[in-house]
């Protein structure tokens, strides 16, 4: 049996082994009882709502799929016309895990609340089993992807080599551009309904009427709900969907090109795919261990699970290295590249917690500048946010640095996967993350006992943490996976050594430079209209029945999630279109080098912003969280309402424009790998 044939079965193995996974918690979590007869209405308002925005948004993505695979079919010659098929399977694949992983979040919502009352340990269990679900069926359906496209690759091209590296790797590239496609609207999209939605609840609701966050009269509260699964549940799962696509296709493609015998660099090109799988294996053993005692913090638990899993990956990791390719030299450093991808992701995360987290010194100092006022809030979380840039990007830099010194470019691409590895485990806790916070606004909203909404809000405390980790976790992988797709694209299309003074290719890096700030402008201006139209129907409904208040009437939870989709829908259209066109009009007018200089400029401005605004965001987030808790005179006083300024302030910082930069500079790297081809023939390289 040749090594793709058994490649596939190994592939399939693992996303048959992934997909069975989720698909056994699911009904495990729809067989949890939600008893209390108000949880379950406030429960399906907030599920309804979110599953009615995913449908509305995917109807009018449609029309933009139906016309990129058109393109992809008439554009390319020859067997490269096949592009389009694997760009719609990679946005159904997309899309279908977004609407998987929304249709479980808020299932266990509600249900976390319902354990509750049983204590910590049965709410920890639905609400990590919800976020696993998540994260097995990222893994899964990508895995499902590749094994579909390489079947079909296989029957239609032959198993050679030549067909591998000439052929259906080109072909593949259109997968992770239908990944990044929908990543981006899906974050762009629910980042604009999320913090709409929040903006709007905040500062009607909390500093203007003077009621709890989470009311059930606060108009505005059902939306803001469904906006976290929107945003932190769909839009981060699509995202880690693209980085982990993008990186395993990035190291397929470098792999064909490190010098050696036929059959090495197809194992190469193979091995990307099996280091995932073991990977899957590892954040299945790895889940076991989420386990928490009566007493212990949930945040204990879930690390055991995080550090469990990637110890097991890296021995998984060692082995395949060791029997796959070690009858060649360089497989020790191969080993090591793909353990200091390990390393990064974590170190990234932890440096991160320490400017965003409850109780450190950044955060600290954040909540003291609260109590001058609003002013001294904001200049204090920029400056926070500012500085907390430089650190990751040292370990991004020694990260490169290292892993090229050990293996070249495929170092790299190895790294990046390896910081992706546990994909399944790592984004489990982070979709757990909304499902906890959710729980203890249905808690709030249900009116449960006061020890309810202890546990949830422990629950939700972690998994602000874990957002904020989730978050520059996600930066880290995007800028390593850009890296290595834009060192295939530069192999595909033939440039070879980039002039840095060539006018084109300075022309290109300051227009990529400045991408990300227009991007965010469009988002951070479409939050701010939408928040804005949020704000005047709070208002409206507070001043046009005031029972709602008196609790005598029921707020109109309806009409606020209708204008959240509205905007988001459209506000998503315009950032869609500048992040897609960009590369495509450069590489045709400018040239590959100058295409070169615009991924080049977008990449190194964009992940520096991208950190920036989420760590200052969650900053920004968690001080006014700790003033709620009774740090500076506590809630109602001066500081809180100037720690509210900067938490409206940090919301589209953190949950919109930030987060949408990492897709940014993945796709335009991905859109440039897919026309490399077409460039290459255009400009007759």
Same mark, same amino acid.
């Given at each position: 049996m040749d090594t793709l044939s058994w490649t596939l079965l190994f592939v399939a193995g693992g996303s048959l082994l992934a997909l069975g996974y989720a698909a056994l918690k699911t009904k495990w979590i729809f067989r949890q009882r939600v008893e209390n007869p108000k949880l379950a209405q406030i429960g399906g308002f907030v599920s309804d709502g979110a599953m009615a925005f995913l449908t509305r948004e995917y109807k009018v993505l449609i029309p933009f799929v139906v016309i990129v695979a058109a393109f992809l079919a008439i554009a390319n010659q020859g067997a490269l016309k096949f592009q389009a098929v694997a760009f719609v399977v990679g946005a159904t694949a997309s899309a279908l895990a977004g609407f998987i992983g929304m249709k479980v979040a808020t299932a266990a919502n509600s249900r976390t609340t319902q354990a509750a009352q049983g204590g910590l340990i049965p709410a920890l269990k639905v609400a990590f089993s919800g976020g696993s679900v998540m994260g097995m069926s990222v893994v899964g359906l990508s895995m499902l992807g590749f094994c579909i496209l390489l079947f079909l690759g296989r029957l239609r091209f032959g198993s050679s080599f030549e067909s591998l590296s000439g052929t259906i790797l080109p072909v593949i590239t259109g997968f992770s551009l239908g990944a990044s496609s929908m990543a981006l609207f899906a974050r762009v999209g629910g980042g604009i309904f999320t913090k709409a939605a929040d903006v709007g609840a905040d500062l009607v609701g909390k500093v203007e009427a003077g009621i709890p966050e989470?009311?059930?009269?606060? $108009?505005?509260?059902?939306?803001?709900?469904?906006?976290?699964?929107?945003?932190?549940?769909? !839009?981060?799962?699509?995202?880690?969907?693209?980085?982990?696509?993008?990186?395993?296709?990035?190291?397929?493609?470098? !792999?064909?090109?490190? %010098? !050696?015998?036929?059959? +090495?660099?197809?194992?190469?090109?193979?091995? $990307?795919?099996?280091? &995932?799988? %073991?990977?899957i294996l590892a954040a299945m053993i790895g889940v076991l261990f989420v386990r928490v005692k009566e007493g212990q913090s949930p945040q204990a638990a879930l690390n055991k699970g995080t550090f469990g899993a990637a110890g097991i990956a890296a021995v998984f990791s060692f082995l395949l290295c060791r029997f796959l390719l070690g009858g060649n030299e360089g497989w020790l450093a191969i080993f090591f590249s793909s353990v200091l991808g390990m390393v990064a992701g974590t170190l990234i995360g932890m440096i991160t917690e320490h400017y965003t987290g409850t109780g450190t010194r950044p955060v600290i100092k954040i909540v003291k500048a609260c109590e001058t006022? @609003?002013? =001294? =809030?904001?200049?204090?979380?920029?400056?926070?946010?500012?500085?907390?840039?430089? @650190? $990751?990007?040292?370990?991004?830099?020694?990260?490169?640095?290292?892993? /090229?010194?050990?293996?070249?470019? +495929?170092?790299?691409?190895?790294? %990046?996967?390896?910081?992706?590895? =546990?994909?399944?485990?790592?984004?489990?806790?982070? %979709? +757990?993350? @909304?499902?906890?916070?959710?729980?203890?606004?249905? &808690? /709030?909203?249900?009116?449960f006992p006061p020890e309810v909404r202890e546990i949830t809000d422990e629950l939700d405390a972690v998994g602000n943490t874990t957002a904020a980790i989730g978050k520059g976790f996600a930066i880290g992988s995007a800028a390593l996976t850009a890296i290595i797709l834009f060192s295939a694209f530069q192999k595909q299309v033939g440039v070879g050594v980039i002039n840095l003074v060539d006018p084109k290719v300075v022309s290109g890096v300051l227009l990529g430079a400045v991408l990300p700030y227009l991007f965010s402008s469009m988002a951070m201006n479409a939050v701010g209209e939408a928040a804005f139209d949020m704000i005047k129907e709070v208002r409206r409904q507070f001043r046009e029945n005031p029972g709602i208040l008196k609790e005598t009437a029921q707020p109109d939870y309806k009409k606020c999630v209708d204008i959240s989709t509205a905007s988001a829908l459209k506000g998503m259209i315009i950032p869609g279109v500048v992040a897609v066109l960009t590369p495509v009009l450069v590489g045709f007018i400018g040239g590959p080098a100058m295409l070169a200089g615009t991924l080049i400029g977008v990449t190194a401005s964009g992940v520096v912003l991208a950190i920036f605004m989420s760590n200052a965001g969650g900053a920004w987030d968690n001080a006014k969280k700790m003033i709620e808790g009774g740090a500076s005179q506590g809630k109602g006083s001066e500081a809180h309402k100037a720690a509210v300024v900067g938490d409206t302030v940090g919301d589209p910082f953190k949950d919109t424009a930030g987060p949408s930069l990492n897709i940014l500079i993945k796709l335009m790297a991905v859109i440039s790998l897919v026309i490399a081809p077409m460039l290459k023939n255009f400009w007759g390289l």
């Open positions: 989470d009311d059930h009269r606060n $108009p505005a509260t059902i939306a803001d709900n469904v906006g976290d699964n929107v945003g932190d549940v769909a !839009g981060m799962g699509a995202d880690l969907f693209e980085s982990y696509v993008g990186s395993i296709i990035g190291a397929m493609v470098l !792999g064909a090109s490190v %010098a !050696g015998s036929e059959a +090495y660099r197809t194992t190469l090109v193979m091995f $990307p795919l099996i280091l &995932a799988v %073991a990977g006022g @609003p002013a =001294t =809030t904001l200049i204090s979380g920029m400056g926070v946010g500012m500085v907390s840039a430089f @650190p $990751p990007i040292i370990i991004i830099v020694a990260a490169i640095l290292s892993s /090229e010194a050990l293996s070249g470019l +495929y170092g790299i691409a190895i790294a %990046a996967l390896g910081m992706l590895m =546990t994909l399944g485990i790592q984004l489990a806790v982070d %979709a +757990y993350g @909304p499902i906890a916070d959710n729980a203890g606004g249905l &808690a /709030e909203m249900s009116e």
